[in-house]
Nanobody, 124 residues
Framework: QVQLVESGGGLVQAGGSLSLSCAAS????????MGWFRQAPGKEREFVAT????????YYADSLKGRFTVSRDNARNTVYLQMNSLKPEDTAVYYC?????????????????WGRGTQVTVSS
């Protein structure tokens, strides 16, 4: 069982930055591929980024490359999402997810554990 708790969301003006964190429980965090997803009102949940257990591999939604950076600190059981040059269309609830003992994935259905999400609102 893995429990995930996101933090760091909030209200920011367009062009600003936010850093999200996701703290995970469990002793095998380094074996988990981790993903970030987001869901805007009235829209489906969409892939943001994913990172492998050892941080060797990371992938992003094409539309977010260059603005968002995923990283992790296995000693702290935490994965991060640095978001720069934020736009109003980035407004959404951001979720982290864990995929134990398997490689990264862009598909939400392939993740076993989810946090409750943190709200990010970007004002114009």
């Amino acid at each position: 069982q893995v429990q995930l708790v996101e933090s760091g969301g909030g209200l920011v003006q367009a062009g600003g930055s936010l850093s999200l964190s996701c703290a995970a429980s469990g002793r095998t965090f380094s074996a988990n591929a981790m993903g970030w997803f987001r869901q805007a009102p009235g829209k489906e949940r969409e892939f943001v980024a994913t990172i492998s257990g050892g941080s060797v591999y990371s992938y992003y939604a094409d539309s977010l490359k260059g603005r968002f950076t995923v990283s992790r600190d296995n000693a702290r059981n935490t994965v991060y999402l640095q978001m720069n040059s934020l736009k109003p269309e980035d407004t959404a609830v951001y979720y982290c997810a864990a995929r134990p003992n398997r490689p990264t994935s862009r598909e939400a259905r392939e993740y076993d554990y989810w946090g409750r999400g943190t709200q990010v609102t970007v004002s114009s």
